[in-house]
RNA sequence: GGCCCGUUCGUCUAGGGGUUAGGACGCAAGAUUUUCAUUCUUGUAGCAGGGGUUCGAAUCCCCUACGGGCUACCA
């Protein structure tokens, strides 16, 4: 008898998706200010599946919130994303054949599946205003108790389904404002298998008759999102965790659509480093690090946040990071360019839980990439920095100065403040180096090693000249140490930096003379 | 308050019935570096608590605690 194992495994958390064809994905922001850095992460997550899966990945602007609208906000979008090397397939500059990709330019559409689901009576009209509403609420909360609109209230509230249809027709006719309201099942569980979390249930009792359609003539998020999802065909809803509550809503809007609903995955929350909850937008870069791919100005209050970007990460190694937070390979290996964790991604293998962020380990990941790039690259991309500082080189030179210094530096900028003294004179003598190794006697001695500098006669080179320096301070019997540290106080202006003959070498004969003679006129015993 | 989700070193995490509970960041010590930084080596530190199930639980189940999210005509 041959024995078949039989499917233990009732719930693969593994994709299904894998073996799925045309995966469609889509990140679908709201233009309320700058993305940040969860959101990226949002949309990373969504690009990696696309491009693991030769699928599309679409940029939708969720802006039904007119009253919410922030000028740059689109724009600083496109610019992060394209920033982090995430190329969107399908958008409002790339175009695509399910557009308009921006919901407000897609208005004229959703009034009609309001209506198919008036008419299927899965929705009804409410003329409860604002106040109304919050009136309602209040009196609620002082009887301690919580107002939800639903099966359990909607006949007392001013509605299509408490109200007689000639109250209603006159109530339209005379203009009064309504919205239009999901009509939530009364005691149903609603399951839906998420990708990340496994099986999730809800009663319906408990939930609420969402406002799919505002007075304003637009459709809410939960209404323009099913009904743009669903034209655009996405398969899998890849979204934060912060949109777990309303995922019954929305499978229930796919049944009484009577539509195919897509995967749903909620990804966890990126949290504060310190301190409790997620990280908003709100922190700014008031925690030490930025929360921003880019900086921000607010077109507002002018206020500025700064950016990664500005900060000196490089793009691949923020993306890199961000990949990390809440997701990994399964195996040892952290450091991943873009391709790489497309070909390693996996749904599956995305956490449960929030992370908090930790800047530290950020500031390593851009070291670890600092460190494996091209040292003419790192050369073109300082060469602005150094024309702010108003020096002039050639990349050549700067070169140099990054192989030998960007093994020290975290971020490009620091290779300035490791290595200025490669580009011009020290301006000022640190204090603290000037009292202990700037001692009695030792300006006559750097003025003996001036003189034997400037009739040297052998190649100006740093093994050359290290070897016949040495000679000389031996025979002089020197102090060694002493010598090297006033000799670098001199050239550098503090304690710092790389090796000595290397920088005289570099700065070339004259430069270490000019610099050893304002050394011994200038720093005070 | 209600609903939902979660909980392995300080942090990010591996591990999914039998492991000396593994790695990384950080931190500490040592080595190298004439200084500083880098680098290398070593070390530090964890299964939230309580009940089950089982020969055996970090791993499966329940309860509690704690954390988080949501609870708008915002997304």
Known sequence: MIWVNDVKDNYPKSNISMNQQNVRVRFAPSPTGPLHMGGVRTALFNYLLAKKTGGTFILRIEDTDQTRFVPGAEDYIMEALKWCGIQVDEGIVEGGPYGPYRQSDRKALYQQYASQLLESGNAYLAFDSPEDLEQVRSEYETKGETFTYNAATRQQMRNSLSLSKSVVDQLIASGEKYVIRFKMPDDEVVTDNDLIRGSVSFNTSLLDDKVLFKSDGMPTYHLANVVDDHLMEITHVIRGEEWLPSMPLHVLLYEKFEWEKPVFAHLPLILKPVGKGKLSKRDGDKMGFPVFPLRWTDPFTSEVSSGYREEGYFPDAFVNLLAMLGWNPGTEQEIFSMDELAEAFDLSRVGKSGSKFDPEKAKWFNHQYMQQKDNAELAEMLMPILHEKGVKVEVDYVVKVVE??????????????????????????????????????????????YDFLASYQGAWSPAIVKEDFSAFVTKKQWNFGLVMNAFRLCIVGAAMGADLFEICAMIGKEATLRRIQNGIQNIPV
Do not use: C, N
């Open 404 to 449: 030998m210094l960007k093994e020290r530096a975290t971020f490009l900028p620091e290779i300035w403040d490791q290595g200025f003294y490669f580009f011009e004179d020290p301006k000022s003598y640190d204090p603290k180096t000037v009292s202990k190794r700037w001692k009695e006697g030792v300006p006559e001695m750097m003025q003996e090693i």
